[in-house]
């Protein structure tokens, strides 16, 4: 019981310093709101209601979050194990254009079989792409972070390649062929964009909060990211685990670009991605690398970024002021000691207030 209690009182302090974090990066982002001539006040409520204001505004920021979701998600893996995968954006890449190739090669398949084909290929393609990286850390004791980083590029220069010259379709774009029709992941209300994608990544969600606490794999990849000397002590092979973590953190990434090839452009375009894989990281932050916090990050993220294309509409406010909040959040979820310092100094100055009063 004591046990139970300290666990829930550390979640508890886990979930204040959270949501600090995220009141602190709002109260700085207004700050350069007002210096920049906005109203803050009327900022937020703007971007609240062009998120979760009616219908289409929810499903419009369940649209842009299906693929922070998923890039979220590939980051909070590799963490369990310890592992900073920060090539999740090269990884879609690789996924992205893998959907594209397949869905172009075999147009009489039935979408049954074509979807989960698709699927398989790009989680099987990225997961291998990353699981490089796995094996050059484990094998060669290569930076992992530094290794991941640089294959963000060569997977971008290379499917840019691809689609600029082998690949590219009879367009002024520089775009594939349109995948199959089979191969399409609809719109869940024909009414509105947001696609079947999304429930994809729910269920990533599920099943990766499943396999991580209730299953023999996921105790290893925690036991290895606490303490891979631990690891080794109990039987634990931190190699193979790392190597695994790796490929699967790498092909949920894959599934990410196949996401937006399927469900959203019907095709490669090159650059199609908005820095999915690095907003991911800071959706994990923001989760505080639990699996199923996940979802309501990313949900979160793309409410943010749904509700700024709305200003932008309305007050012509920059994206870069949104970007500026993602970065805000994730400084302050790293430096648990100054949100610590902050409340401290907020509650000094409270009591201070109370004892001129009384």
């Known amino acids: 019981m004591k046990g139970k209690g300290l666990s829930s009182k550390k979640g508890y302090n886990k979930l204040i310093e959270l949501l600090a974090a995220l009141l602190m990066a709002l109260i700085i982002g207004g700050v350069f709101f007002r210096i ?7 900022i ?15 499903l419009t920021t369940l649209t842009y979050a299906t693929p922070l979701i998923l890039s979220g998600l590939a980051f909070t893996v590799a963490k369990q194990a310890n592992i900073m995968n920060l090539g999740t ?13 397949v869905g172009t090669l075999l147009p009489g398949l039935p979408g049954i079989i074509y979807i989960p084909l698709m699927l ?20 060669f004791g ?8 640089m ?35 609809g719109r869940i209300f024909r009414w509105h964009q947001l696609s079947g994608v999304f429930i994809l990544a729910v269920a990533a969600v599920a099943a990766m909060t499943v396999v991580i606490r209730y299953t023999r794999f996921g105790f290893h990849m925690r036991t290895v990211g606490f303490s891979k000397p631990a690891s080794e002590t109990v039987g634990i092979n931190y190699k193979k685990i790392t190597l695994l973590t790796m490929f699967l953190s790498a092909g949920i990434a894959g599934l990410c670009g196949a996401g937006q090839v399927m469900g959203v452009h019907f095709r490669y375009i090159d650059n199609f991605s908005s820095g999915f894989g690095f907003e991911g990281v800071a959706v994990a932050a923001l989760a505080a690398n639990n699996p199923a916090a996940v979802l309501i990050a990313g949900i979160l993220f793309g409410g943010i970024k749904a509700g700024a294309m709305s200003v932008n509409r309305i007050v012509n406010l920059p994206m870069d002021y949104i970007f500026m909040i993602q970065a805000l959040v994730i400084i302050f979820i790293a430096a648990p000691k100054l949100i610590h310092w902050i409340l401290d100094a907020v509650g000094n100055l409270f009591k201070r207030k109370e004892r001129e009063v009384a």
Do not use: H, K, W
Not at 36 to 42: C, D, F, T
Not at 89 to 101: D, K, N, R
Not at 158 to 184: H, K, M, N, S, W
């Open 36 to 42: 920049s001539g906005y109203s803050p006040l009327q």
């Open 44 to 58: 937020y409520q703007l971007i609240f209601q062009g998120a979760f204001g009616n219908i289409n505004a929810i």
């Open 89 to 101: 954006e090269g990884q879609l890449y690789v996924g992205a254009m893998t959907a594209a190739i």
């Open 120 to 139: 398989f290929s790009a989680f099987a393609a990225a997961g291998l792409y990353g699981g490089l990286a796995g094996f050059l850390n484990i094998r």
């Open 142 to 149: 290569s930076n992992m972070i530094i290794v991941t980083i």
């Open 151 to 185: 294959m963000n590029y060569i997977s971008q220069y290379f499917c840019g390649y691809l689609v600029t010259y082998p690949l590219r379709a009879d367009a002024a774009a520089l775009q594939t062929a349109q995948i199959a029709e089979q191969a399409v992941i």
